[in-house]
């Protein structure tokens, strides 16, 4: 059985579907615990699963690699086989992504390497594309910038903005975590090898 740890900013929809999947028993994985940057109302979903939190805030610490280096240790605690960024909004220090990888994956709703880092969507809205997309990666050490996972083409349609369009390319992303969770677990998808 495949160990997950989940780290969010938000509220946790990834987070939500991924727990949901979790909870049938032949679904190859389990949430060990869920960890946040601040205050997060995902937490309320590894409430109702009764599973564990950790919170390591942010804003508690002098620079970003004393944050990395306390989450790091939260994470040692739990020994997950695969941390699973879901609406994190910090970058990971390199020291603590040097230490986990591969097994640390993100998702990101655009088709990488268009429209890396924190606004993909609105990115490409202003870009004027016909199509933007969701992915799944490998991080490492760069902004979005690790090895593509699995992806998936979302059209943009005329109309939309930048709400419209992420709720559109939010459930193909939780698809999309979803197939690449189990397919870690059950040895079908190798990190080392896409790494």
């Excluded at 409430?47 to 240790?73: C, H, K, N, Q």
């Excluded at 230490?99 to 640390?104: D, E, F, H, K, V």
């Excluded at 059950?186 to 790494?195: E, K, N, P, S, V």
């Amino acid at each position: 059985m495949l160990t997950v740890a989940v780290l969010i900013s938000g509220a946790g929809s990834n987070l939500r579907a991924l727990l949901d999947e979790a909870a049938d028993p032949d679904f190859p994985a389990r949430v060990v615990v869920v960890g946040a940057d601040r205050e997060a109302d995902g937490f309320a979903h590894a409430e109702e699963y009764s599973i564990p939190t950790m919170l390591v805030p942010w804003r508690e610490f002098d620079t970003r690699d004393e944050w990395g280096a306390e989450l790091g240790a939260q994470l040692d605690v739990w020994k997950p086989d695969l941390v699973v960024l879901s609406g994190l909004m910090r970058l990971l220090p390199p020291a603590l992504v040097d230490a986990w990888s591969p097994r640390i994956i993100n998702t990101h709703p655009a088709y990488l390497p268009e429209f890396p880092g924190a606004h993909g969507v609105r990115d490409a809205l202003a870009a004027g594309v016909a199509q933007t997309g969701a992915s799944v990666i490998i991080v490492d050490n760069g902004v979005d910038s690790g090895p593509i996972l699995a992806q998936e083409r979302i059209p943009v349609l005329p109309g939309d903005d930048e709400h419209t369009l992420h709720e559109r390319i939010k459930p193909v992303e939780r698809r999309l975590l979803i197939d690449v969770v189990r397919r870690i677990a059950t040895g079908d998808l190798d990190l080392a090898a896409m790494a």
